[in-house]
Nanobody
């Protein structure tokens, strides 16, 4: 089992920045992709950014150029640097990790951290 704990959410004005962190604990071996998803009120959860264990990244079009995902494999931690925040970035942000064991992928989620961007 893998446990994910997020931190770093909060309230910020439009144009501001926040940095989210997500630390994995437990059986953290063979964690491949880690990343961030978000869910705004009344909307489905959507991908924000992901990063593989070798550093390949993928971003949603809406955040490309403003957000940066990074990872410290030694600490089993993934980060999301969010710059030039917009009110539409307001959502609960969830950390995600995919672990491959014996050919089977298990997905884990954090509890979520609220990000609120005021106009």
């Amino acid at each position: 089992q893998v446990q994910l704990v997020e931190s770093g959410g909060g309230l910020v004005q439009a144009g501001g920045s926040l940095r989210l962190s997500c630390a994995a604990s437990g059986s953290t071996f063979n964690i491949n992709t880690m990343g961030w998803y978000r869910q705004a009120p009344g909307k489905q959860r959507e991908l924000v950014a992901t990063i593989t264990h070798v550093g390949n990244t993928n971003y949603a079009a809406s955040v490309k150029g403003r957000f940066t995902v990074s990872r410290d494999n030694a600490k089993s931690t993934v980060y999301l640097q969010m710059n030039s925040l917009k009110p539409e970035d307001t959502a609960v942000y969830y950390c995600n990790a995919g672990q491959i064991v014996a050919g089977t992928t298990s997905m884990y989620w954090g509890q979520g951290t609220q990000v609120t961007v005021s106009a």
